[in-house]
């Protein structure tokens, strides 16, 4: 069975604010805030979208930046480990003595 992506969907009930959790990770995936709907010019609602959107764009350059450290930081443990048993002549373990 693929592992699936779990993630936890949370409903502030006060607020009614919706915030969804990767499982795994612990990290915020996704919020979206509850805003009663107020009647405003069309200049102050293009300005409040633009902003949103610079907020949008920062979120993502900064997760971004999270994965390509997490990468590379893979990357190096992996050629650690590569380094170690490359050395190493010892036979691996037969799977059949595991208990």
Do not use: A, Q, W
């Not at 779990?6 to 919706?18: Q, V």
């Not at 969804?20 to 200049?43: A, C, N, R, W």
């Not at 350059?61 to 994965?67: A, L, S, W, Y």
């Amino acid at each position: 069975m693929p592992m699936e992506n779990k993630k936890i969907e949370i409903r502030c009930p006060h607020c009614n604010s919706l915030i969804v959790v990767d499982v795994e990770t612990g990290e915020i995936i996704y919020t979206e805030k509850h805003e009663k709907k107020e009647f405003k010019s069309l200049d102050e609602v293009i300005e409040k979208k633009l902003l949103n959107k610079k907020d949008s764009d920062e979120t993502f350059k900064e997760i971004m930046e999270k994965e390509k450290k997490r990468k590379e930081l893979l990357e190096k443990k992996f050629t650690e480990v590569k380094e170690k048993k490359k050395d190493d002549k010892t036979p691996p373990k037969n799977i059949f003595d595991f208990d």
